[in-house]
């Protein structure tokens, strides 16, 4: 059994912050929350751990070299950043995330390490997810077309100089697992690794990467067996494109006939969704994953955020690997959505109370973690610890600490982060691992590794010409 004295706890919108509370818990739920008398120092907000809704567990993409560039190049660039060690970078992801608040997380694996089979990358993922203690879903990703661009790619590589072409076509293999094999394969992966930590979900990359075949077999498997599915939507002009060649009646709509939208289905960005498709999104029950720094770094544009809230469309928040300085700092992230979103002059879109209880209870669904996050008893014991002394430095006059923690809120504030009644990170670092140490050794490992991507790197210039061309000539669409 433990607990927390709170100087301010948050227990939902249309609650007042509840002061000076302890707040108890046992066996990974909250037990109890009782008036308390407040300790001589140390000030402190209790809030409900965040949620990290959308991401990869990669390191950062600028080191790599992937910075100011749109994703249909990023993308490719990106490569460069394949895991040396799948364990080191998904523990380094998970510590990053947990000092800075977040109590579960997204894993849409896109970029496996090639170094082991699936199924032990996935064990490896699961125990460093352990290690650190945060509630995580393992979605892998899948595709089944358009590795380079979205369409034809035989211009593209004719281009290319031959050995330019074969290196290319080497880290971009056409091959692709048949629609039955990856549905098997994500059984194999449930069986080994889900569990009340873990969620194991469908992962299509998204439409333009998978076959109509592929996308009507995860729909109906997840139907039958009530599987999650998270995946990307209309990230892009070019998506956008692209998708109303390949889908004139709509391809919300497509996703809506098959059976894929539904209320176990979680939308990463929707930047270029319209009104009619947020409609669609909001009647079946979806979540849409808001990454706004991602967006900003991969000039895909700004979200209808604020619109798809309106019209009904659940909404969470993800950093995606990409958070505004690359430190996956889930905190500053929720405030740039919030900031952003919130409506002008004295119109407003939601109240913060409200907005920090839907990015959670929302980003919880999206992740298979239980309950609302909400801080009652019966509810799981998932909550962070802010600074108040520090957050509220000037001490003029009393504001809403709510106020303050959107006002300047970062992961500096974080001092303890507790998920299922463990402390997984503690005045700025995780518990469960060494993270200086795990990061030198990734660091390490991705340097002894670059001799490797020698011929990639020489290939690259020609390579993003040809890709640049393809876009700006006829949107990569085939």
């Known amino acids: 059994m433990g607990s927390v004295f709170a100087t301010s706890l948050f227990c939902g919108p249309g609650q007042p912050l509840r002061n000076n509370a302890e707040l108890y818990h ?23 751990a965040l949620v990290n809704a959308h991401d990869h567990a990669r390191p950062s993409a600028a080191s790599f070299g992937a910075s100011n560039m749109p994703l249909e190049s990023w993308i490719l660039r990106s490569f460069l950043g394949t895991p ?14 947990a000092r800075a608040g977040s109590g579960a997380m997204m894993v849409h694996y896109t970029r496996p390490s090639g170094r082991m089979s699936l199924l032990d990358e996935a064990r490896a993922i699961a125990r460093a997810a352990q290690d650190v203690g945060l509630r995580i879903a393992f979605a892998l990703a899948v595709r089944d077309q358009n590795p380079l661009l979205y369409g034809d790619a035989g211009p593209l590589l004719a281009a290319l100089a031959p050995a330019e072409r074969a290196i290319v076509e080497q880290a971009f293999p056409q091959r692709a697992l048949p629609p039955q094999a990856y549905l098997e394969q994500i059984d194999e992966i449930a069986a080994a690794i889900a569990g009340p930590m873990l969620d194991v979900q469908f992962g299509p990359a998204g439409v333009q990467w998978c076959s109509r075949p592929l996308l009507e077999a995860i729909a109906a498997q997840s139907a039958q067996s009530g599987r999650r599915i998270h995946m990307h939507l209309l990230e892009t002009v070019y998506q956008r494109a692209w998708a109303d060649q390949h889908f004139p009646q709509g391809v919300v709509r497509y996703l809506k006939d098959i059976g894929l939208l539904s209320e176990r ?9 319209r009104p009619d498709e947020l409609d669609m999104i909001a009647e079946s029950g979806a979540r849409i994953v808001t990454n706004f720094s991602s967006n900003l770094h991969l000039h895909s544009g700004l979200a209808p955020v604020a619109a798809a809230h309106r019209r009904g469309c659940g909404i969470a ?22 900031l952003a979103h919130d409506g002008i002059g004295f119109e407003r879109v939601w109240g913060r109370a409200e907005f920090l209880d839907l990015a959670i209870r929302h980003g919880r669904q999206a992740t298979g973690a ?22 509220d430095r000037d001490a003029l006059l009393p504001v809403d600490p ?34 200086p140490v795990l990061e030198a050794e990734l660091r390490k490992a991705y340097r002894q590794a670059l001799p490797n991507y020698a011929g990639f790197l020489a290939a690259w210039q020609p390579l993003e010409g040809a890709i640049i061309q393809a876009y700006r000539t006829g949107c990569g669409c085939g």
């Open 370 to 391: 239980p309950g609302t996050g909400r801080l009652l008893p019966g509810e799981a014991a998932d909550f962070i610890s802010i600074d108040l002394d520090k957050l």
């Open 26 to 48: 046992a066996d990974g739920l909250i037990t109890a929350i009782t008036e308390a008398a407040p300790p001589a120092s140390e000030r402190r907000l209790i809030l409900p």
């Open 265 to 273: 289905l979680t939308l990463a960005h929707c930047i270029h969704a």
């Open 84 to 97: 040396p060690d799948p364990y080191l970078a998904a523990a380094v992801s998970f510590g990053r995330n």
């Open 317 to 338: 928040v993800g950093v995606d690997g990409v958070a505004l300085d690359e430190d996956d700092d889930a905190l500053r992230e929720m405030r740039l959505v919030q």
């Open 402 to 435: 709510l106020d303050l923690l959107f006002a300047r809120g970062n992961a500096s504030y974080v001092r303890e982060v507790v998920v299922a009644g463990r402390t997984i990170a503690r005045d700025g670092e995780p518990t469960g691992i060494d993270l």
